[in-house]
């Protein structure tokens, strides 16, 4: 008897879990942005940070070609959201407005700039060290089973 079923994209569905998983993260609901009614990143927005992240990763030494579905999801997320926070801070710092005033006016809207900033370099920081270790150890993984010691074909018994 043949089995018919309903074809699953499990990629599709991983991608929009991951997703998921950076707007709560990053809480980004519409419910949390009163000013904007809406989630502040489109899907469009996290895909490329996605993107640039596994790209980030890839290019450290040993060079890989690590998809994202290989990537831990911690490290994805941290990579994500400083790729996200880097975007927000340029466009904060286009519509940044400091107008010094005796009180009357509403001063420095979009003066958060420099704590995405400061945010987003320390993700980089931690993301960047978390890289390295996680290729350091690909790196030693690979090499195991495969050095060898000049000691190996020594006898520890002297013959002579």
Not at 32 to 57: G, T, Y
Not at 66 to 92: A, D, K, M
Not at 116 to 129: A, M, N
């Amino acid at each position: 008897m043949p089995v018919n079923g309903n074809p699953i994209n499990a990629a599709a569905e991983e991608l929009e879990e991951l997703m998921d998983m950076v707007r709560m993260m990053m809480r980004d609901y519409a419910d949390n942005n009163i000013l904007l009614m809406d989630a502040q990143f489109k899907e469009k927005e996290i895909k490329m940070a996605m993107r640039l992240a596994v790209s980030d990763f890839n290019s450290l030494p040993p060079n890989t070609q690590l998809s994202w579905r290989l990537l831990p999801e911690g490290l994805l997320l941290q990579g994500v959201t400083h790729w996200l926070l880097l975007s927000e801070s340029f466009l904060q710092l286009r519509n940044q407005v400091s107008v010094p005033t005796d009180g009357l006016g509403v001063v420095g809207i979009d003066d958060k700039s420099q704590y995405y900033q400061q945010l987003r370099g320390q993700l980089k920081s931690e993301y960047d060290q978390r890289c390295r270790l996680i290729k350091n150890e690909m790196n030693i993984a690979s090499g195991y089973g495969s050095l060898g010691s000049g000691y190996a074909g020594v006898s520890r018994f002297r013959q002579g």
